[in-house]
């Protein structure tokens, strides 16, 4: 089977990564691709939102499966472009139409979907800039700290928690100001719930469904969870407090009426679901939905995966998922998140970076990387993800941070305490 990925992040690389293991999979193509999934696939020149330029590329490499891994092209309606093109007609897609990618691309549409469907989740009203003195009489009255979000895509940076009236009335003026262009058109201004997150990910046909291993990632840059988000440091998985009882609820209360929503509103939803949640004492509530895999979590989830992918994938096109068993090993991965100096604001590309060669017992998921003359040079903000399994959390962790620590290039920052918080879960 020829497989299409789209996307060119770590997350990307992770799914051609195991692809390519798979005898079901005989030639690998990713667009655009990057310098780690240019190891294991072809790379394709050309953009994950140039629909008709992917569709050319569909004919003429016989792709008989796509995977699309970001959000932007979903959201855009990849899956519904493809669907229209009449000789693709029996082209096996992973992800959602346009319809179902709303459940990331618009974070008012989800909470209304929760709020619709019975989903639990925070108190939250929505303001625009028509409704901007509503909002700002809305925050006299809030208790605090309160979560600001843009409505749409905003690569991971769009939400905002304010610990005071006066930072959060700023960050409503900057949002709906443009600060995040037509993402901030709208704001969701949320109740701030205290606990801790983890992210449960679901693969769907639109009616069955595998529960795929549960991660936490680590989104702000700094050690001990300080300073601005940004798009994970690191991840985790499995997640030690959340229980064999927890993940019930979880499935009971969020997996299954999503599901059910998504058939009573006439969604076919064939593909990823994230659910980012709070463990409130021991009660899931949504914080948000993603159309598709996280990233890192990507590179802790399917190391973790002994089902051959290709057939779970086949499955969810097909619609018999239920046909499949997935095994997952019962080893912990842990991934460190190598970032250029200055992330998540201004950073500087092109650094060499040296040592990879040097790594064992390790997997080094290429993120924001490219081949400059036989040479691998940082390319982006997150550079690389290293991924560590092992029998504890803690050899997981070490092994992880040995390799962060050998991998070199100029101004590489990664934070030294991914997992240390979920090692008093252990005792």
């Not at 109740?191 to 991660?215: C, H, M, W």
């Not at 019962?330 to 060669?357: C, F, M, N, R, W």
């Not at 017992?361 to 991924?387: K, S, W």
């Given at each position: ?19 390519a ?5 005989d ?47 979903l ?56 409704t ?26 769009g ?25 901030g ?13 983890l ?24 050690e001990g ?67 598709r895999m ?28 239920d046909?499949?068993?997935?095994q ?43 081949d ?8 982006g ?46 005792d």
């Amino acid at each position: 089977m020829n497989i299409l990925i789209l996307g060119s992040g770590g997350r990307e690389h992770a799914f051609a990564w195991k692809l390519a293991q798979s005898p079901l999979c005989d030639h690998l193509f990713a667009a655009p691709g990057n310098t780690g999934t240019a190891q294991v696939a072809t790379n394709l020149p050309i953009a994950f939102t140039d629909f008709p330029a992917i569709a050319a590329a569909i004919r003429t490499h016989q792709v008989e499966l796509v995977l699309v891994g970001p959000e932007e092209p979903l959201v855009k309606g990849v899956v519904d472009f493809l669907r229209k093109e009449p000789d693709l007609a029996h082209l096996r897609i992973v992800g959602p139409d346009a319809a179902g990618a709303q459940l990331e691309g618009s974070k008012d549409f989800s909470k209304q979907f929760m709020n619709a469907h019975g989903i639990p989740t925070a108190a939250s009203q929505t303001f625009t800039s028509e409704t901007v003195a509503e909002g700002m009489a809305y925050l006299d009255t809030h208790s605090l700290p309160v979560v600001l979000k843009a409505d749409g895509l905003a690569a991971g940076k769009g939400v905002i928690i304010a610990e005071t009236a006066n930072e959060a009335k700023k960050v409503l003026t900057d949002m709906l100001g443009g600060q995040f262009g037509r993402a901030g058109h709208r704001v969701v201004i949320e109740q701030f719930l205290r606990g801790i997150e983890l992210s449960v990910f679901v693969l769907t046909d639109g009616v069955n469904y595998k529960i795929l291993p549960e991660a936490k990632d680590y989104k702000r840059i700094g050690e001990g969870d300080t300073g601005p988000n940004t798009g994970g440091m690191g991840a985790v998985s499995p997640v030690v407090f959340a229980t064999d009882a927890f993940l019930r609820k979880v499935e009971e209360r969020v997996v299954k009426p999503t599901l059910a929503g998504l058939q009573q509103e006439g969604i076919v939803y064939k593909g990823f679901i994230f659910i980012g949640l709070m463990n409130v004492k021991s009660e899931p509530v949504v914080i948000e939905y993603n159309a598709r895999m996280g990233d890192p979590e990507t590179e802790v989830v399917l190391p973790r995966i002994q089902t051959d992918l290709v057939e779970l994938l086949v499955a969810a096109a097909d619609g018999e998922l239920d046909k499949v068993t997935m095994q997952v090993s019962a080893q912990t991965a842990v991934t460190t998140v190598l970032v250029a100096g200055g992330y998540p604001d201004a950073y500087e590309k092109g650094h060499s970076i040296t040592d990879l060669d040097r790594l064992d017992e390790v997997t080094a998921f290429h993120a924001g990387t490219a081949d400059q003359n036989g040479a691998v040079v940082t390319n982006g903000g997150r550079v690389l993800a290293i991924t560590a399994m092992a029998n504890s959390l803690e050899n997981a962790i070490r092994k992880s941070q040995e390799a962060a620590r050998m991998v070199q290039f100029d101004g590489k920052y990664f934070r030294k305490d991914i997992g240390l918080d979920l090692i008093r879960y252990q005792d």
